[in-house]
């Protein structure tokens, strides 16, 4: 063996614990039903010094013991494998519960989940052993000691923000990783209304352009804790009452909008925003968007004149497609936003009509992007809300209006797209507000 510091390297993590000689031979070990498994695995394999850095490549055959105490680790797998190929990392330091490892599959398949998915091992001393077993599942783990899920998608958190009370406010409310809607924060970034918002980056979020007074082209970044950044002048058509939502696993599509354009905007894995791309399909406004299929989009229903029932395909390399005559109620002034653990569904919800009362439906978004007929919603008939992902597999309805007036309450989404009863918010009832999520 190679890379060894030392006479001896003791492993340890939840369940194993085994000490390696200088030859790279099992001197010791014990753990539930590993010790002669590990045993086995270890003689093929050849130990790296311990890595530091923020960043990393994996060749197949190595070991890696990974530090993370001053930092957390990308590691990218080889971008070709043969079946049989294997590679072990270990938690050097007991500290992957506070910075953990990411492990980019680099073009193929983890555990039959493409390379837009996120896999990611936080949990202190835990070992990781993965074989390569072919393209249709590609790595596999046959250790990962005290992971309860892997890959896993979703971000944990969301945020509402911005919106109008009779004026533009620049406000913020947190949504937690159980879905409560936490107290206002004062915004960063000049007040507006009909904005909105989407993430990028996997675990961040923008919100941009609205409604000033006049429209504006400007955008927000949302860190991945929720920190609203200072206004930057965005690229593209001022505008507002468009829609937004993520696409490609980690870039984001701002998209059409009021006097009623058919254009997108896209956003980079960076959160800079493209200039105008020309639309495909009828220019719209007051509308929704949400993602689905792990790393798709969809933009459906709004206002053209009338309401109208419609939706386009966003592809996960950002291209939109041509309209598809929606299933459901024609309605405008709703919103949408994903569930289902790896963003695989999505669901749009609420809305109106031009002179018609208020509704409270829903309609579902398969992992095809085919929308659902409408199912009757539960809670509050409303408009001008918005919605999004929190729990990394559930969703969040919140604020808007109802015939009365602006209202503070929401209305969660299981994971299987059910919609609960209404519970009362908390922050400020404002209308026409946007929503996203983050890590």
Known sequence: MSGIVGSNLNIKGAGLVAK?????????SSGAGLSVAFEDIAAGISWQAVETGATMTAVAGNGYPINTTSNACTITLPASASNGDQIIFTDYARNWGTNSI??????????????????EYTTAGQSVHIVYSGATQGWIPTIDDAVADVPVKGNDNGIFGYGNTGSNVSITNLVSNVGVIGTDVTGVGTARSRLAACEYGDDKGIFGYGHTGSYVSLSNLVSNAGVVATDTTGVGSARGRLAACSYGG????????????SMTNLVSNAGVIGTDVTGVGTARGRFAATQYGGDKGIFAYGYTGSVVSMSNLVSNAGVVATDVTGVGQA???LA?????????????GYGSGVSSPYYSLTNLISNSGVVASDVTGVGTARERLAACEYGGDKGIFGYGSTVASSVSMSNLVSNAGVVATDVTGVGTARVLLAACSYN
């Open 20 to 28: 390696l000689g200088t030859d790279g031979q099992v001197l010791t």
């Open 102 to 119: 990411t492990l980019d599959s680099n073009g193929l398949n983890y555990q039959g989940d493409d390379d837009s998915f996120d896999v």
């Open 250 to 261: 980690d870039k984001g599509i701002f998209g059409y909008g009021f006097g009623y354009v």
């Open 331 to 333: 309605r405008g002034d």
């Open 336 to 348: 949408a936003c994903s569930y289902s653990g790896d963003n695989d569904k999505g669901i749009f």
